[in-house]
């Protein structure tokens, strides 16, 4: 039988597209439906993304654990099918709380099911030696759908309405079931095969991200792991930046003089180097020092923000800040799973992701309300690219505390 893993790193590439492309990448389409025909507020309209993020996160606390015992293919399906059905009753609602619930806690509890929390996992119990590059290659999926999905939600809005988009959104999730339930299985030994593909006897290269002793963590002992900490609190504080960044890339563009239209390049700019940066750092992964691989990532940025605060602004220097952010940014995703791979092993996988996503929240949450704060308080983004570049010693000091265990063939 042909090695199943990279079909299952293809279903997981278009879960977490699905997953992503039809909450997140498209949200700010809808707001002025929320506006004009719901009467909500701008700040009342943006909570449903809030609530998502919210939600999701501390959905992953219990569904991580879940994705280590129990069937993943079974729970990809049930999260599959649940968002099918919130999106086709959100597009029957007719009051703002019915859209709230339905997007920010149903559709969250969905995504949290089948989307990047249980691709990956399934994903990390397929491979050892490769397992940076198929993280890495699934993980372009929320970029690749928001650069897909996005521009097609906006074609059928203007053309046809929310509600029918919604519908379509419905249709999407239900088609993926089959795929997923003919294709995933938990772990490659119960189809009779081994991670990888790979004879037993073969060795695992140098930087591959395999525990030398993969069990079971209980909640305590992950915890208490330093590795687990320093972590959550590097991606935590990279994420937070992320987000904010993303949310005023456009506004910052705009200050310095550069017009919209030209200004919305940059928006795909960053997800077209995320996709390069998701895919060449999961490359690395398996074959260099995660942790000396996660300093790099974080250097990038921190100069990025030093480069933007200090550097004379422009069309050019923003546009060479962005593809150095995006490239940086898109290697978050498969470093954390290969290191969580390694420190913790696969039998663990979703446990110990499901736990970083609360400890991650109060920083998402904090990064925009506050980089908006700065730029209204001082009349520009100065200080708060100053602040993003001190996030980003933190992020690196933090990483002082990420001792992995040493792998097979690797000295260091």
Partial sequence: MPFRGWLIVAVGFFAQLLAFGCSIAVYGLFIPMLTTE????FMVANLGLSILGVVMALAGVVVGPL????????????????????????????????????FGVVVASGAALFGPLAANTVIAKWFDAHRGRAVGIASMGPPTGGMLLAPLAGTLI???????????????????IPAIWLVIRNRPEDLGQLPDGVAANISTPAGSGVAPASRQWTTGEVLRAPVFWALALAMGSAGAVAGAFNANVIPYAADIGIRLQDAAFFVSAIGATA???????????DRVDNRALFWVVVALQGLTFAFLRW????????????LVFGLAAG????????????????????RVMGYIGPVTLPFAFLGPPLTGWLRQSTGSYAAAFEMFVGVFVFAG???VWLRLPKRAGHAG
Avoid: C, K
């Fill in 397 to 399: 000091l933090a990483l």
């Fill in 158 to 176: 203007a053309s046809y309405g929310w509600r029918p988009t919604l519908l379509v959104f419905a249709a999407l999730h239900v088609l993926i």
């Fill in 67 to 102: 994705l280590d015992r129990s069937s993943i293919r079974a729970l990809m399906v049930a999260g599959a099918l649940l968002n099918g059905l919130a999106f086709l009753a959100m597009s029957q609602a007719t009051t703002l709380w019915q859209l709230g619930i339905l």
């Fill in 38 to 41: 719901f009467g909500a507020s």
């Fill in 331 to 350: 290697g978050l995703m498969p470093l954390m799973a290969s290191v969580v791979g390694q420190g913790f092993g696969a039998r663990s996988f979703g």
């Fill in 275 to 285: 996709i390069l940066g998701t895919l060449g750092f999961g490359l690395l992964a």
């Fill in 311 to 322: 550097v004379e602004p422009g069309y050019g220097s923003l546009f060479g800040a962005v």
